[in-house]
């Protein structure tokens, strides 16, 4: 039975592989990627060494099969995986720009990766400790956002906690509704992963410390990790600011995925009974290694690798 499950979309990513180079513009690209912010999130978990599954879809095609080998070769349970005839499997095209920027097309409306639906009962998945929402993931179609909150609130009626990174893809924001959507999986969540232009978004709040302050209205939060990039995060319980937690240097190679795989070591340390210290030196370093290769869920992930690159920077 899994420890982790999350639901959302999966997708092939194919980028630029050099910077600055406008999408419109007629040149290389390398690809396909293994990617979706679900499935990054997937498969950083599972090789960190917790039992993880994945509720997604995908096209009964070469880029479906890119995706689920990748996935099935981690250790990520993908047998509520749909493999549909009704779409091809979903894709971004990415491109990268000198000073950090990224520019996404995303061709996921109308295929399988927003195709699945809540399942009709969590059998299997009794004992899960955490279900994963990421907020591209209900922006991707309102339908598939609905689809989604119905599968927390199942997960949530038997104990499980949930966590949330809003993970705002402005790309992908196609109706202003989804907002609501967005509101709903914050207000259920117990732990919360924004950065600071997210959680001012989602409190109304100007200022971090009001933002902070009003996030802890939400009466299920337990513990707001504010991520804010190259500064690193911060941890907040009820208690007020617990833990600060740097970034490890990497030559950065390719920063998708990065905050993805954070989440997902975090969340593993919680699972693992580590300390809030512990849990978000796992995230930071899990991040790091995944930006230094290029490619969403590329990066020398394992507790091998995380517990060297902590031990290196003590």
Known sequence: MPDIMIMGELLCEIMRPGENVELYETGEFRGPFPSGAPGIFASTAARMGCRTGIIAGVGNDDFGKNIIERLEKVGVDCSRILKSDNGSTGVAFVTYYSNGDRKFIFHIENTPAVEQKAPGSLEGMEDTKYFHIMGCSLMASMEFGREILKTMYMFQDQGTKISFDPNVRLEMMRDNRVINIVQEA????????????????????????????????????????????????????????????????????????????????FICGLVQGKSLKEAAQMGAAAGALNAAAFGPMEGDISPETVKNMIRENE
Not at 205 to 218: G, I, L, Q, T, Y
Not at 240 to 252: A, D, I, R, T
């Open 186 to 265: 914050f207000q259920n969540s117990n732990i919360f992963l924004p950065g600071v232009a997210e959680l001012k978004m989602i409190t109304g709040m100007e200022s971090v410390e009001e933002a902070v302050k009003a996030a802890f209205e939400n009466e299920r939060l337990e513990i707001l990790i504010l991520k804010n990039g190259s500064r690193g995060s911060e941890i907040y319980t009820r208690n007020g600011l617990e833990q600060k937690m740097g970034v490890y240097p990497v030559k950065q190679v390719d920063a998708t995925g990065a905050g993805d795989s954070f989440d997902a070591a």
